[in-house]
C-alpha cells in the first residue's frame, strides 16, 4: 500500500523558524475547529454552505481577484508615507 507523507508545518512554512512554525501550526488548528463547528451548527440548523456564487450574491465576498474592486473604501493604489 503506497501511503503519501502528511506535509509537515515546515514544509508549509519553509521560511518561518520554529517559534513561528508552531503559532501557525496553532492558528490552523484553530482555523479547523471553527470551520467545524461552523458545519455543525448548519448541519443541526438543516441549512448547508452557501455556494461561491450564493457567497457573492449576499456578502459581494469572495470576489473573483481580477476584477476591479467595487467597494469605494478600498484604495485602488498604495499612498506612500
Known amino acids: 500500500m503506497n501511503i503519501e507523507r502528511k506535509p509537515s508545518i515546515g514544509d508549509l512554512y519553509p ?3 520554529r517559534e513561528q512554525q508552531e503559532r ?3 492558528n490552523i488548528r484553530r482555523y479547523i475547529q471553527i470551520i467545524c ?13 452557501p455556494t461561491p456564487e450564493e457567497a457573492r450574491q449576499i456578502h459581494g465576498f469572495p ?8 467597494d469605494a473604501n478600498v484604495r ?6
Do not use: C, F, M, Y
Not at 37 to 49: M, S, V
Not at 76 to 81: A, D, F, G, N
Open 15 to 17: 521560511n518561518l523558524n
Open 24 to 26: 501557525a501550526a496553532a
Open 37 to 49: 463547528r461552523i458545519h455543525a451548527r448548519l448541519q443541526a440548523e438543516g441549512q448547508r454552505w
Open 63 to 70: 470576489r473573483d481577484l481580477t476584477e476591479p474592486a467595487r
Open 76 to 81: 485602488s493604489k498604495v499612498e506612500s508615507p
